[in-house]
């Protein structure tokens, strides 16, 4: 597989991501960790295929500590960091603070060995912060309270976690993209520990809340850490982060689409300044120099 296949293949991580918040909404009223739980368990059913599809592919189960370390601990801590935040702190401002892993992603790129940043990844990555910021400037001010801090906190925590793990992924490429299915099992496993000790259960009340919640599992939650596991070891992992700010953008747009959100001046010069700021990024395979 080449750079550039895998970079795309990552890429389309963020296209499904970009439908999370608007199937998350159309699932209803069911509990953060029970909907964490069940989205997970129908990703680690997806992720499962190619271990059975393939003799031998169940092989890749069999990691270190470390790499099932890494593996649960950025699936499961950050959505568990993510999910606190939006219970305790206004969702714009939380998003906004969790919006910082992109650009975390292109700056610790810088430590991988045999990566450099060169100044339009710096470039396109601080336009796509820009234009993140503007994005959830646009949304009306949420009056903030001590409580919110923590919030505040936990979506920190959360972007550093995830790109933490996206970084490190990088360094634990030997460890193939299989054993994303036992990353998700195991998180899903977690989640429904949570869910039993904090949470009442709270079945989907319509066919739309199912489905939803089964394409969260498929796509958002599914297939997308499978793609994304492999953009991060195979491919282009600056150009991957920087594109990662069209992540909210996309996610505006669909619940603009669906009817949850209203356009608006300060969505468009977002929309300019994160997409330059991806193709910035992205200078290197874009107009790479023909031999």
């Known amino acids: 597989m080449t750079v550039r296949s895998a970079t795309l293949i990552g890429l389309s991580a963020i296209a499904m991501w970009s439908l999370l918040a608007v ?3 159309a699932t209803g009223t069911i509990p953060a960790f029970q909907l964490l739980a069940m989205t997970f368990a129908i990703g680690a059913l997806v992720c499962s295929l190619g271990l059975l599809l393939r003799p031998g592919a169940v092989s890749a189960l069999k990691q270190p500590p470390l790499a099932w370390a890494v593996g649960v601990g950025g699936l499961f801590g950050y959505h568990a960091l993510y999910f606190l935040a939006l219970r305790l702190a206004p969702p714009a401002e939380a998003g906004l603070v969790n919006y910082l892993w992109p650009l975390l992603i292109v700056l610790f790129s810088s430590l991988l060995p045999g990566e450099t940043l060169r100044w339009h990844h710096l470039l ?8 993140t910021v503007l994005l959830f400037a646009g949304n009306a001010a949420a009056q903030f309270e001590r409580g919110h801090l923590i919030g505040l906190g936990a979506a920190f925590v959360a972007a550093f976690v995830w790109a933490s793990y996206s970084v490190m992924s990088r360094q634990l490429r030997a460890v193939p993209t ?3 299915a036992g990353f998700c099992a195991v998180t899903a496993l977690l989640a429904a520990l949570v869910h039993v000790m904090v949470e009442e259960t709270v079945w989907p009340q319509s066919a739309l809340a199912w489905l ?3 394409a969260l599992g498929i796509g958002p939650v599914g297939a997308a850490f499978y793609a994304w596991d492999i953009g991060m070891k195979r491919g282009d992992i600056r150009v991957i982060g920087a594109a990662s700010y069209a992540t909210p953008l996309l996610s ?3 619940l603009i689409l669906a009817g949850y959100a209203q356009p608006s001046l300060a969505l468009g010069f977002a929309a300019v300044l994160i997409a330059g700021g991806g193709l910035i990024a992205a200078k290197d395979m874009i107009w790479r120099k023909r031999s």
């Open 23 to 25: 199937m998350t909404v």
């Open 124 to 131: 396109g990555a601080l336009l796509g912060l820009l234009g």
């Open 178 to 180: 299989d054993a994303v």
């Open 212 to 214: 939803s919640a089964l």
């Open 252 to 254: 505006t747009g669909c």
